[in-house]
C-alpha cells in the first residue's frame, strides 16, 4: 500500500502560470482534503471531498479549483499562480471509522 | 469564531527533560486527535480522545482530554532525539464535523 502518494513533490513557476497538484489515495477512503501549510499559519483548509463527486470550499479557497476524478483522485489547480500562493501543499484522506488523517508527503510550490 | 490554541508555541529541552504541550479550545470538542510532523516531513497521526477524562499512553507520550471537553494535553517523558517536531492539536469545526480546526503547533527541539 503507498497511502497517499502527492505529486509533483517540487515545483517553481511563474507568476500567472498554471499548474495542477495530483494525489491519489489506495485505502478506500471517502474523504479527501488539500491543505497549504505556511511558516506560522498551521495548516489551512483549502477544499475537501467528501466523497466522489462532491467537493467543498475549505478556509482559503479563492485562486484553486478542485477536481475529485474518482474515488481515488483528487487534483488542485492553480489556474493563474501568484506569490502568495507560495506554500508547501498537503493532500490527505480520512479514514471513515476512526477520523485520522493520512498525509502525502506534501508538495514544495514558489511562485516567482 | 471557534478557535483552537496550542502552548508554548517554541520548547527547547535537553534530552532526558520532560516535555508538555497544551491544546485549548474556545469550543467544547467530541473529540481532539494529535499529530507529528517531523522537520521536512508530513503530519502523522498519533491518537485521538473522545471521551470526557480520558487518558492514553503511547510509550513515553501521555495523551488528556480535559473534563470539559475542551482542553487537551500532550506530555512526553524524558525526551529523546527522535521525538523532534512539531505537535499538532485538531478538533472538529463547529457546524461541520468533516473539516478540522487545527492548532499552530508546538515545535520541540532536544539537545543530546
Known sequence: ?112 | GQQVMQIPQYQHVQEGEDFTTYCNSSTTLSNIQWYKQRPGGHPVFLIQLVKSGEVKKQKRLTFQFGEAKKNSSLHITATQTTDVGTYFCAGPRAGNNRKLIWGLGTSLAVNP
Open chain 1, 1 to 112: 500500500n503507498a497511502g497517499v502518494t502527492q505529486t509533483p513533490k517540487f515545483q517553481v513557476l511563474k507568476t500567472g502560470q498554471s499548474m495542477t497538484l495530483q494525489c491519489a489515495q489506495d485505502m478506500n477512503h471517502n474523504s479527501m482534503y488539500w491543505y497549504r501549510q505556511d511558516p506560522g499559519m498551521g495548516l489551512r483548509l483549502i477544499y475537501y471531498s467528501a466523497s466522489e463527486g462532491t467537493t467543498d470550499k475549505g478556509e482559503v479557497p479563492n485562486g484553486y479549483n478542485v477536481s475529485r476524478l474518482n474515488k481515488r483522485e483528487f487534483s488542485l489547480r492553480l489556474e493563474s499562480a501568484a506569490p502568495s500562493q507560495t506554500s508547501v501543499y498537503f493532500c490527505a484522506s480520512k479514514q471513515g471509522n476512526t477520523g485520522e488523517l493520512f498525509f502525502g508527503e506534501g508538495s514544495r510550490l514558489t511562485v516567482l
